[in-house]
Nanobody, 124 residues
Framework: QVQLVESGGGSVEAGGSLRLSCTVFGNTAPWYSMGWFRQVPGKEREGVAAMSSDGRTRLADSVEGRFTISRDSAKNTVYLQMNSLKPEETAMYYC??????????????????WGQGTQVTVSS
């Protein structure tokens, strides 16, 4: 059974930085895509960044140039480095795993394993 555990959330002022981590536990069968998503109450979950097993990355237009997704395969961990954060990016951030498709998709239906989420709060 696959378990994803996020960490690294917190509170920062606008313009600040955070690095989120997502570690995969359990079934270590190869994953094909890992994604980061965010959601605020009452709104749809939004894809932020994704990485495929062959190293391709995809970023949402709104975070291009400020966020970076990376991985440490030895630690089964994917990171989301977030710089120049904005108050409107306050949300619960989730990581997710797609065990089937190496697409680095930002579409949440592609992912069937999810972490519990980590809160990011950006104050103005």
């Amino acid at each position: 059974q696959v378990q994803l555990v996020e960490s690294g959330g917190g509170s920062v002022e606008a313009g600040g930085s955070l690095r989120l981590s997502c570690t995969v536990f359990g079934n270590t069968a190869p994953w094909y895509s890992m994604g980061w998503f965010r959601q605020v109450p009452g709104k749809e979950r939004e894809g932020v960044a994704a990485m495929s097993s062959d190293g391709r990355t995809r970023l949402a237009d709104s975070v291009e140039g400020r966020f970076t997704i990376s991985r440490d395969s030895a630690k089964n961990t994917v990171y989301l480095q977030m710089n120049s954060l904005k108050p409107e990016e306050t949300a619960m951030y989730y990581c997710a795993l797609d065990p089937l498709r190496a697409t680095a998709s930002l579409r949440s239906p592609n992912y069937n394993h999810w972490g519990q989420g980590t809160q990011v709060t950006v104050s103005s």
